[in-house]
């Protein structure tokens, strides 16, 4: 028997349709008849349409024959594994480990990014003529590449204009993006140890070798990388990560020069130089650049949210023909509504107004993280980086239990991030976010991280 429910909202046609194909996978085998439509439609107390409907939709997939004068008869066809319909587990997401205290290096507060504006701008944007029946630019909407053009000229000093500008979706997309252009001429990438791991993940991935090079008090080891042997280079010069060592001039020049000489390119990674919090950003490096060597990669990931995913770059004037030959220049990488929001958001002034209320704000936390570690750690520790960015790195300079350290803080729901973890290389560094915290939460945090920290020391230090 068939179950047909007359009050289902289900139409008839489908329930009929889903009930003699479970019969068939079921019971049926290849050649047996079907029951005609009277006989059906008599039993289920239904049309003779509905029937011929669900039969229709049975013949249509290619479970049943119509042979026109006799019967319908089942195809020849063998279900076995196949045609067992088992049941969908609908998993749940697994609950997230909860912490008092999420010291992540790299988040905003919630608050801090300006919503109700946000909202007003997507309106105006949503009420304008966008043409959403066609595919929009894959290089990015043009207005917004001319607002990113006009700031990063102004605050960063980057030689370029709009038609060099790429819009991508994050970071990891922009060097994805890159690494898929170069690679036929530039298979071997140079970079620094220790490093940003994405970089690393993303270049693996497409199959190029990756050199490591080591820092000095300058940033990268240039001896090293010229020995190397490698055309490419992934540098981040304003604001190493992490050690957060700045490249000097001497050296940037020295940099652009090697790249000069040996036909090579550098890509540049402005890493945290809009939150910068004691000095003014140093100028770009690939604003220095006069030989078309320089890739520079930005985003709006720290500044303005990394929900949104929406990053740049600028491409040297040679590589510009290559992304257009290798890419649909007809597929936008971010959506058109993002792209148009955050276009009126820069043209109508907002952007430079958050970025000064960002920097406020963040400087804010950032020295109060800075006075409290100091005030309660004292001689026993050392701030290796700071002054930018969202976070300062500090170590022990006494001897020190990091095991304990990690099994103390998950015992008290702290979460703890390290830069071994993400960076490689033998350089260790805890990093301490703040700038997903507000500044009570900060207090708070640092108290009990610093009853947590005077527990894992191994000796006392020296009084001053």
């Not at 996978?25 to 669900?54: C, F, G, H, Q, W």
């Not at 000093?157 to 790429?166: F, L, P």
């Not at 945090?445 to 920290?453: D, E, G």
Request: glycine share 6%; with cysteine.
């Amino acid at each position: 028997m068939y179950n047909i429910n007359q009050n289902n909202k289900t139409p008839l046609h489908i329930q009929l349709y889903h009930e003699i194909k479970k019969d068939i996978i079921e019971n049926y085998k290849a050649n047996d008849k079907l029951p005609s439509l009277r006989k059906l439609a008599l039993e289920y107390n239904v049309s003779k349409n509905t029937v011929e409907s669900a039969y229709s939709q049975l013949l249509v997939e290619g479970y049943i024959h119509n042979n026109y004068k006799s019967a319908y008869t089942v195809t020849d066809m063998i279900f076995g594994e196949f045609g067992v319909i088992k049941p969908i587990n609908i998993t749940k997401e697994e609950p997230k480990e909860q912490y008092l205290y999420d010291f992540f290096p790299a988040r905003l507060s919630k608050d801090s990014f300006p919503l109700k504006l946000w909202k007003r701008l997507l309106n105006k944007v949503m009420e304008e003529t966008l043409d959403f029946g066609a595919y929009s630019s894959g290089q990015g909407e043009f207005g917004l590449r001319v607002e990113i053009a006009k700031y990063i000229i102004k605050s960063r000093g980057v030689k370029c204009q709009a038609n060099q500008i790429i819009i991508c979706s994050g970071f990891s997309d922009s060097l994805g993006l890159l690494a898929k252009m170069i690679y036929e001429k530039y298979n071997t990438l140079a970079m620094e140890n220790p490093g940003y791991h994405i970089v690393k993940k993303v270049f693996d991935s497409l199959g190029y070798k990756v050199k490591k090079i080591d820092l000095d008090k300058n940033g990268l080891k240039l001896d090293e990388l010229n020995n190397s042997q490698s055309k490419l280079v992934f540098t981040t010069p304003s604001h190493q990560y992490p050690t957060g060592v700045t490249m000097p001039i001497s050296n940037r020049l020295k940099l652009l020069s090697w790249a000069k000489d040996k036909n090579a390119l550098i890509i540049e990674d402005d890493y945290d130089s809009e939150l910068s919090y004691e000095n003014r950003p140093i100028p770009s490096l690939q604003g220095l650049d006069n030989n078309d060597r320089v890739v520079y990669l930005g985003t709006f990931s720290k500044s303005l949210s990394p929900a949104l995913r929406v990053s740049y770059m600028v491409l040297p004037n040679h590589l510009i023909p290559i992304y257009q030959n290798l890419f649909d220049v007809n597929v936008s990488r971010v959506s058109l509504i993002i792209q148009k929001t955050l276009e009126l958001f820069m043209s109508e002034g907002h952007w430079d107004r958050h970025l000064r209320k960002i920097r406020t704000l963040n400087r804010k936390k950032h020295n109060l993280m800075k006075s409290l570690l100091e005030e309660k750690l004292g001689n026993t520790m050392r701030i290796e980086s700071q002054g930018a960015g969202l976070a300062i790195l500090i170590n022990p300079v006494v001897k020190f239990d990091w095991h304990k350290l990690k099994q103390e803080a998950k015992k008290e729901k702290i979460k703890l991030y390290f830069a071994k973890e993400k960076s490689g290389g033998e350089w260790e560094a805890i990093r301490m976010g703040f700038g997903g915290f507000n500044e009570d939460e900060i207090v708070e945090a640092i108290n009990l991280f610093s009853m947590i920290w005077h527990q894992c020391l191994l000796q006392r230090p020296k009084p001053l």
